[in-house]
Nanobody
Framework: QVQLVESGGGLVQPGGSLRLSCAASGFTFSSYTMSWHRQAPGKERELVALITRSSIIANYADSVKGRFTISKDNAKATVYLQMNSLKLEDTAVYYC?????????WGQGTPVTVSS
């Protein structure tokens, strides 16, 4: 079955950390560009971080630079998002996406709530 399954979201206090995981199955993970996106309530979905097939990190949203790190493990077909120094405004549903040659696959999302 072709799918992406995110995990690792939850409730965290400001300044805390979380690591999100996105497990891929049913396709050749290493051939795809992987990315994390997020959608806060009432806002459009935005790109957070992207990692290319060769693991050359393309970009991060300005709002997360220096705090978030994207990485992947081809052997485990998993992409990660390490989130440090979390802020209230990082609260959102986080989605991973796989893309290649115009084909896109999205996960179901994992919620992250930053609150004191």
């Amino acid at each position: 079955q072709v799918q992406l399954v995110e995990s690792g979201g939850g409730l965290v206090q400001p300044g805390g950390s979380l690591r999100l995981s996105c497990a891929a199955s049913g396709f050749t993970f290493s051939s795809y560009t992987m990315s994390w996106h997020r959608q806060a309530p009432g806002k459009e979905r935005e790109l957070v971080a992207l990692i290319t097939r060769s693991s050359i990190i393309a970009n991060y949203a300005d709002s997360v630079k220096g705090r978030f790190t994207i990485s992947k493990d081809n052997a485990k077909a998993t992409v990660y998002l390490q989130m440090n120094s979390l802020k209230l405004e990082d609260t959102a549903v986080y989605y991973c996406k796989a893309e290649r040659l115009g084909f896109e696959l999205w996960g179901q999302g994992t919620p992250v709530t930053v609150s004191s």
